[in-house]
């Protein structure tokens, strides 16, 4: 087998994740990528080493006696990697928008990629809206955040990874003596005629707007005009107060005193949530946070859609193509 000038390590690891699992499904799950992505950069490796790596049969998959004296080799090159990696990551934590405190997703993701991650130190921001927090991330400013991807302006996603993570139900905020709140849900139907606000005017989250603007269409809901943004509880308390409109939310976001919570049904309305991250960042607390994500959404079945789920179809492409 001849040796190349030079060997991409990325390629080296799908090599040894499918080796080590012997299932090209399960290799692809363990790395965050598409199936036909692993095959194709196990192939680009066998090309440029000159020689088969694996046997491949609609049964199993086994190494071939190449396969079998590369592997050590591969493993001491990634763990090397990984050392170097481990070491350049100590000298910085990794930085993770939250977007608000009160939301639950990206929290409990964030707790439990420490619990994985003991030895290092992922510490959380609050960019309100992942439109602002993309362009920190691109800057260099943020490691990470969490949104719904498919809002995002082409030129934002096309310098950023993202991982599905969640449909996560949609929810009203509602003035505890508003008509609606003494219904423990509320059916999309009953909004009709009410003015709803969901951010319109706010720099930092137009793509939950423009998710907003996609809901009420034809439903007879309107969106609340641009205002300015209310800032702490006290002050949403107030404006809430005096305008009485519902606010657009999800089902794990804390009401402020004085307002109750309650799930849109009737069509669920989901809101799409992906975690992002700037295309060829290398931290390994990144791996973790990846690696959380995965396995919150796998024991609390968050990438289900539900079969009476609403969702734009720009999103339904985004969540089922990562």
């Not at 949104?147 to 950023?160: D, I, K, Q, W, Y």
């Amino acid at each position: 087998m001849p040796a190349p000038a030079h060997l991409d390590p990325r390629l080296l690891r799908a090599f040894v994740t499918v080796a080590e699992e012997l299932h090209f499904t399960r290799a692809a799950m363990r790395l965050y990528v598409a199936q036909q992505a692993l095959s194709r950069d196990v192939r680009r490796l066998e090309r440029e080493l000159g020689g088969e790596l694996f046997v491949r049969t609609t049964r199993q998959v086994t190494l071939t006696a190449d396969g079998e004296r590369l592997l050590p080799y591969a493993r001491r090159v990634l763990q090397a990697q990984d050392d170097l990696l481990a070491a350049a990551g100590q000298a910085r934590p990794l930085l993770v928008d939250l977007n608000s405190p009160g939301l639950e997703t990206p929290r409990r993701v964030l707790h439990r990629a420490r619990e994985l991650a003991p030895g290092h130190e992922l510490m959380a921001r609050y960019e309100s809206g992942l439109t602002w927090a993309a362009g920190e991330v691109l800057a260099g400013r943020l490691d990470a955040s969490f949104g719904r991807f498919a809002g995002l302006a082409p030129a934002l996603r096309a310098g950023l990874g993202q991982q599905p993570v969640r449909y996560e139900p949609m929810a009203l905020v509602l003035h505890e003596e508003h008509r609606l709140a003494s219904l423990a849900e509320v059916p999309l139907a009953a909004l009709a005629g009410e003015t709803v606000y969901a951010g319109a005017g706010n720099v930092r989250t137009p793509e939950w707007t423009e998710l907003a603007r996609s809901l009420f269409e034809g439903r007879g809901i309107a969106l609340a005009p641009p205002a300015p943004l209310a800032v702490g509880q006290e002050e949403l308390q107030r404006v809430m107060a005096r305008t009485r409109h519902p606010i657009l939310a999800v089902v794990g976001f804390p009401p402020p005193p004085t307002t109750v919570l309650r799930p849109l049904v009737d069509p669920v309305p989901l809101s799409p949530v992906s975690l992002v991250w700037r295309k060829g960042l290398v931290h390994p607390a990144l791996v973790e946070l990846r690696r959380a994500a995965s396995l919150l959404a796998a024991e609390e079945g968050w990438l289900r859609r539900p079969p009476a789920g609403w969702i734009p179809a720009s999103d339904s492409v985004v969540m089922t193509s990562a």
